[in-house]
């Protein structure tokens, strides 16, 4: 190949003969290598011929200070970062990292700047600056100093865990009955303590009425298809301003809120913390049915899908676990059902103990007052008062009944309740899905149609294609909802079995531990009484037997010997 027309392609200069028109001269040092000697008039210079010198000299305007390379946290960069910095001769470029000589790289030229982008081009360490003091490596990464790290603001770190399940303590206090006649209703005060950030403070109360837990119990229902949600109790129009009925009634919506509250789902619902938290709660949850007017009564998830939660046919269980589950919740029903009728029915047996020691009390302070023998009235009296104590502890004990076990079972006839709703939403899903897929079957059905009519119906096809697709995402929307819920319901039914023993547990321990304080205390009754028939304020007895056991006469033993006294001396005259 001729290399004597124009300039090598490699930029530098080819070898050529002893006679060329360079004015070269070549000659031989005794060991078979020809030297060039190439005259300074005629032969270019690499650096003179490169046109990218003068932008490299615009481009490193900005100089970097010189740094002490052995703090670098990487190491010094280069071989000669660290050591000599001793000004070098223009016209000798600093040595490159040693690599393998391949024959391409032979003939490169020295020049200073393609020696830096081609190192750079094959990922070679290079120096980043030149100048008169040499080459120099990019300053350290300096570690954070003690002064930036103390001006960091110092809040107690929150782990994870406690951020993810916050913990709660709700309290509904307070009952009172607020309106006039026509919309009197009873008003509790829900006082919450939690380390949940989601709320303003850690300590907060409002003021709610039973209708208002209703709502939440509804929403809770809509927002979380599948989750069983600890119900409220059941409304009662005759006597819904008792005493005892309200206290009931607190207790239960208690357990409710921190039930909810407990949940590892819906203790992060916003209803939730509207309901907990809001001081303007009518006026919120008015905003946020205008702001979602179509999510009625289950429809809040499904319809977030586009989907119609229609009744649908009759649902056929085809998995055996959860017709298991069925069976097993209608047989436990029934046996808590016949369970409740049973407190019930000793419930009312105690009322009736009561109201008969109410009675018979009664009954012993009148005759009391009607005997004019002090000894026989006073031991009347003591039995009549005795009777009225034992009237307070039976009702006592029948309520504590109702607030124990009675609660407990009420309670979980209405979670078995929630268990059937979410049941029921399950079944929807099945039923959406199945419809979604008839739907689906449909387009397709249009869709081969329009493809053996051809190209004439191109522009229906195309809407069938997309009809096809939009069905086909709906299908599997909603068989990631069935199977989504059926999973969930799983798990919320193993954490009902697990809440149920240990709520029974403690209700039935309640249960006989107030059973057994209400025995020791009518024997207590009982034997302070026969202590103070024994003897009276003054020392005298009040029946014929202490005074023989005193060995002072009774009356009827007085007039017996006063006859006896009477006879023997009108015998004696």
Request: glycine residues 8%.
């Amino acid at each position: 190949m001729d290399l004597d027309g124009g300039d090598s392609p490699w930029g530098d200069v080819p070898s050529q003969s002893p006679g060329s028109r360079n004015g070269s001269k070549s000659s031989g040092d005794g060991t078979g290598r020809v030297i060039l000697q190439a005259s300074s008039n005629n032969v270019r210079s690499p650096a003179r011929r490169n046109p990218r010198t003068t932008r490299k000299i615009s481009a490193q305007a900005t100089k970097l200070e010189a740094v002490d390379d052995t703090l670098d946290p990487l190491g010094p960069l280069g071989d000669n970062s660290g050591g000599d910095t001793s000004p070098t001769a223009p016209e000798q470029a600093p040595t490159p990292p040693q690599k393998e000589p391949f024959a391409a790289q032979s003939i490169r030229p020295t020049s200073s700047t393609s020696q830096v982008s081609g190192s750079a081009g094959v990922g070679d360490s290079v120096n980043l600056e030149e100048d008169g003091a040499g080459f120099r490596g990019p300053p350290p990464v300096q570690p954070p100093s003690e002064a930036d790290s103390s001006k960091r603001p110092s809040e107690p770190s929150v782990s994870v865990e406690k951020a993810a399940h916050p913990t709660f303590d709700i309290t509904v206090g307070d009952p009172h009955k607020v309106g006039d006649l026509t919309s009197s209703h009873i008003v509790y005060q829900v006082r919450t303590r939690t380390t949940s950030k989601a709320y303003r403070q850690p300590e907060f109360a409002v003021s709610r009425r039973y209708r208002d837990f209703l709502w939440l119990y509804n929403s809770m229902h809509n927002n979380n298809p599948g989750v069983v949600v600890p119900p409220p109790p059941e409304k009662q129009a005759v006597g819904r301003f008792d005493t005892n009925f309200v206290e009931s009634r607190r207790a239960a919506l208690e357990r409710m809120l921190n039930k909810i509250a407990a949940h590892s789902i819906l203790q992060h619902d916003g209803d939730m913390k509207i309901f907990l938290e809001s001081e303007t709660f009518t006026m919120d949850v008015k905003n946020k049915e205008n702001r979602e007017p179509d999510l009625g009564q289950s429809k809040g998830m499904f319809s977030s899908f586009g989907i119609s939660v229609g009744g649908g046919g009759k649902f056929v269980e085809h998995d055996d676990w959860f017709h298991d589950r069925k069976i097993y919740l209608d047989a436990l029903e029934n046996q808590l059902k016949a369970l409740m009728k049973a407190i019930d029915t000793v419930v009312a047996q105690r009322k009736g103990l009561a109201d008969a020691a109410g009675d018979f009390s009664a009954s012993l302070h009148a005759l009391a007052a009607v005997e004019l023998s002090p000894a026989l009235s006073t031991p009347l009296d003591g039995l009549s008062d005795l009777q009225l104590r034992i009237r307070e502890l039976y009702e006592r004990q029948a309520q504590q009944d109702v607030l124990t076990l009675g609660i407990t079972i009420d309670e979980y006839l209405r979670l078995i309740g929630s268990i059937k709703t979410a049941f029921s939403q399950r079944q929807k899903a099945f039923h959406s899905w199945h419809a979604a897929e008839s739907e689906m079957q449909k387009r397709k059905n249009t869709q081969e149609k329009l493809l053996r009519q051809g190209k004439t119906q191109q522009d229906r096809l195309n809407q069938a294609n997309a009809d096809v697709a939009d069905a086909e995402r709906k299908v599997h929307q909603t068989r990631l909802l069935f199977d989504d819920m059926g999973r969930l319901m799983r798990n919320e039914l193993q954490r009902f079995e697990k809440e149920k023993v240990e709520d029974f547990k403690s209700g039935v321990e309640t249960f006989l531990e107030s059973a057994v304080e209400a025995q020791k205390e009518l024997i207590e009754l009982w034997e302070t009484f026969l202590l103070q028939l024994d003897t009276d304020d003054e020392g005298n007895p009040y029946y014929a037997g202490a005074a023989a056991a005193g060995n002072v006469p009774s009356e009827p033993a007085q007039e017996g010997n006063a006859a006896a006294a009477v006879t023997t001396a009108e015998e004696e005259a």
